[in-house]
């Protein structure tokens, strides 16, 4: 793998945005299930379903031939219907997803920056998230300035501020 170029999501990404939620999901190879058993379940797609309605935002990582390889996007959950990564209303909830095959190349680490620009450049203060504490992914987060703000069984929500 040698490059990759970052552009903005737009709505026609929702199956891009899908297909990297799968690759979220499935970080751990040994518990990987297959795409429709992970699109299937509620607490799942509500991260990608109705893409790209308002106070969404992402961005795509594209290989030299144009195919998606990563994407990390941003949306907002209310109180009453919180994602697993909510810490307050208004504050957007990010999604990250890299292609098996990218991940550890940099992709990640390019699109959660992107995404932070295009917090900046949206309002928003903070920026939040949940992680498995054995996701490799924790790392790249608290390298990039996310705290832990709430920890449960398995899993951390995490959050920093926006630059």
């Known amino acids: 793998m040698t490059g990759f170029l970052i552009r903005p999501a737009n709505r026609d ?4 945005l899908s297909d990297m939620l799968v690759e979220a999901a499935n970080w751990n190879v040994s518990l990987a299930r297959p795409r429709v058993a992970v699109l299937e379940d509620p607490a799942v797609l509500r991260y990608v379903a109705g893409w790209k309605r ?28 919180p994602g697993k990564g909510f810490v307050a209303v208004g504050v957007p909830e ?28 949206s309002g928003a203060n903070r920026l939040s998230l949940s992680v498995e504490r054995a996701n490799f992914a924790q790392r790249l987060y608290v ?11 398995t899993a951390d929500t995490m959050m920093r501020a926006v630059r």
Not at 66 to 78: I, K
Not at 143 to 153: H, L
Request: hydrophobic fraction near 45%.
């Open 13 to 16: 990404d929702a199956r891009v």
């Open 54 to 81: 308002p106070g969404d935002f992402g961005c795509v990582a594209e290989d030299a031939h144009g195919a998606a390889v990563g994407a990390c996007w941003a949306r907002l959950f209310p109180a009453d219907a």
């Open 94 to 121: 990010l999604t990250l997803g890299v292609n098996a095959q990218w991940r550890a190349q940099g992709v990640g680490r390019a699109l959660l920056q992107e995404l932070g620009r295009q917090a900046a450049a």
């Open 143 to 153: 390298s990039e300035g996310y705290v832990t703000v709430q920890s449960r069984a």
